[in-house]
């Protein structure tokens, strides 16, 4: 694990969610993709694989599901910093609106208003 790579990770509003919330408890994908109804399933696997392979999350396999944990040690002091961050209702807030930002899905189309003749 390296530090851009660490960085990298959580520059991403998802990331920092889905680390949110396996920081605490072990999670299968299906309920971390529950947890955000606005990503589809598919989207939160490549953000865990990220996270994965940045080293700040682990799965493990048992029968049918994958479970992921955060590894807070990887992240030393950092981690003390999330964990504050998470706690604090601004930051709540801020992290709302950048996932907002970035929901896929279709934009809301512009009306145009067509000029009468005659």
Not at 52 to 61: D, H, I, M, Q, V
Not at 76 to 104: C, F, I, S, V
Request: no cysteine; charged share 30%.
């Amino acid at each position: 694990m390296t530090a851009p790579a660490v960085l990298a990770a959580l520059a991403s509003p998802r990331r920092q969610e889905i680390l949110r919330l396996i920081w605490s408890e072990e999670r299968t994908a299906g309920a971390i993709h529950r947890a955000m109804p606005d990503v589809t399933f598919g989207a939160v696997s490549l953000q865990l694989r990220s996270l994965t392979e940045a080293g700040l999350a682990e799965s493990r396999a048992e029968g049918r599901h994958r479970f992921y944990r955060a590894r807070r040690e990887a992240l030393g002091p950092l981690g003390r910093m999330l964990e504050q961050m998470w706690d604090d209702a601004l930051w709540r807030l801020k992290l709302a609106a950048e996932l907002e930002h970035t929901r896929r899905g279709p934009r809301p189309r512009r009306r145009t208003v067509k000029a009468r003749k005659g």
